[in-house]
C-alpha cells in the first residue's frame, strides 16, 4: 500500500516464518501459505507507539473506527461513541494533521494504512471488542430505520454492515435479521465477501440449523 518501511518488514516477517525463501540465484521463491498473515511485531509496535500518543477521548474515537473498518464514515463513529458530531469531526481532524493515522476521502475517513486499521483492531480486548460493534450496529440500525423496515427493504449495504457488526459483537439473532438481504446485495459479484458472511454465520453456535443451514 505505498509504504516502503512496511513492505520490507513484512517481506523479513515471511522470511523468518519460513513463507519465502531465496533460491540459488538469489530469486525470492513461495514456499508456505500466504493467507491470513498477522502483521510483523515491529510494525505492530511501531503503530502502537504512535496511537500511545493520543489523547484518551482520540484513542476511543480510533478504537470504534477500527471495529466500523478501514474506510469508516466518521458520523456513525461520533454517534456509536455518543460524542456529538461537530466536536469529534474536529478531533479526527486534529488526529490527521498530528499523528497521520486517518487521512480524509470526501465525506468518509481512511486509515493511512491497512496494517494501522488491523493492529488497532487486533489490539482491543475481546469484550471491548463486541460493545464497540454493537454499538456501531445499534447506530446505524437506528439512524436508517432498519428494524421498522422488512428487511428485504433495507439498503442492501446497511444490511452487510449490520449483519457484520452484529456477528462480530456476539448479537448473532440480531445479524441473522439482514443475512438473506446481505447475501442478495452481495451475489455473485463478491464472492470472498459472501463466503466470508456465511462462515461468520455458520461459526455462530446454534445460531443457523436444520434445513436453513
Given at each position: 500500500?505505498?509504504?516502503?518501511?512496511?513492505?520490507?518488514?513484512?517481506?523479513?516477517?515471511?522470511?523468518?516464518?519460513g513463507?519465502?525463501?531465496?533460491?540459488?540465484?538469489?530469486?525470492?521463491?513461495?514456499?508456505g501459505?500466504?493467507?491470513?498473515?498477522?502483521a510483523p511485531?515491529?510494525?505492530?509496535?511501531?503503530?502502537?507507539?504512535?496511537?500511545?500518543?493520543?489523547?484518551?477521548?482520540?484513542?476511543?474515537?480510533?478504537e470504534?473506527?477500527c471495529?466500523?473498518?478501514f474506510?469508516f464514515?466518521?458520523?456513525l463513529?461520533?454517534e456509536?461513541a455518543g460524542?456529538?458530531?461537530l466536536?469529534?469531526?474536529k478531533?479526527?481532524a486534529l488526529?490527521?494533521?498530528r499523528h497521520r493515522?486517518?487521512?480524509a476521502?470526501?465525506?468518509?475517513?481512511?486509515?493511512?494504512?491497512?496494517?494501522?486499521q488491523?493492529?488497532?483492531?487486533?489490539?482491543?480486548?475481546?469484550?471491548?471488542?463486541?460493545?464497540?460493534?454493537?454499538?456501531?450496529?445499534?447506530?446505524?440500525?437506528s439512524?436508517?430505520h432498519?428494524?421498522?423496515?422488512?428487511?428485504?427493504d433495507?439498503?442492501?449495504?446497511?444490511a452487510?454492515?449490520?449483519c457484520?457488526?452484529?456477528?462480530?459483537?456476539g448479537?448473532?439473532?440480531?445479524?441473522?435479521?439482514?443475512?438473506?438481504?446481505?447475501?442478495?446485495?452481495?451475489?455473485?459479484?463478491?464472492p470472498?465477501?459472501?463466503?466470508?458472511l456465511i462462515?461468520?454465520a455458520?461459526?455462530?453456535?446454534?445460531?443457523?440449523t436444520g434445513?436453513?443451514?
Amino acid at each position: 500500500d505505498g509504504n516502503p518501511l512496511f513492505l520490507f518488514e513484512n517481506l523479513r516477517a515471511l522470511e523468518e516464518s519460513g513463507r519465502v525463501a531465496r533460491d540459488a540465484r538469489g530469486a525470492w521463491t513461495v514456499t508456505g501459505t500466504l493467507h491470513d498473515l498477522p502483521a510483523p511485531p515491529s510494525i505492530q509496535h511501531l503503530i502502537q507507539a504512535r496511537f500511545a500518543g493520543l489523547e484518551e477521548e482520540d484513542k476511543s474515537l480510533l478504537e470504534i473506527a477500527c471495529c466500523a473498518g478501514f474506510e469508516f464514515d466518521p458520523v456513525l463513529v461520533a454517534e456509536a461513541a455518543g460524542l456529538a458530531v461537530l466536536p469529534a469531526l474536529k478531533r479526527f481532524a486534529l488526529i490527521e494533521k498530528r499523528h497521520r493515522l486517518i487521512h480524509a476521502e470526501e465525506r468518509s475517513y481512511v486509515f493511512d494504512h491497512h496494517q494501522v486499521q488491523e493492529a488497532l483492531y487486533a489490539g482491543l480486548m475481546e469484550p471491548l471488542r463486541e460493545r464497540y460493534h454493537v454499538a456501531l450496529a445499534e447506530t446505524l440500525e437506528s439512524r436508517e430505520h432498519a428494524r421498522d423496515q422488512d428487511p428485504k427493504d433495507v439498503d442492501g449495504a446497511v444490511a452487510v454492515a449490520l449483519c457484520e457488526h452484529y456477528f462480530r459483537g456476539g448479537r448473532g439473532r440480531d445479524g441473522l435479521r439482514f443475512l438473506h438481504r446481505s447475501l442478495h446485495h452481495l451475489g455473485t459479484l463478491r464472492p470472498a465477501a459472501t463466503v466470508q458472511l456465511i462462515d461468520h454465520a455458520l461459526a455462530i453456535p446454534g445460531l443457523v440449523t436444520g434445513s436453513e443451514r
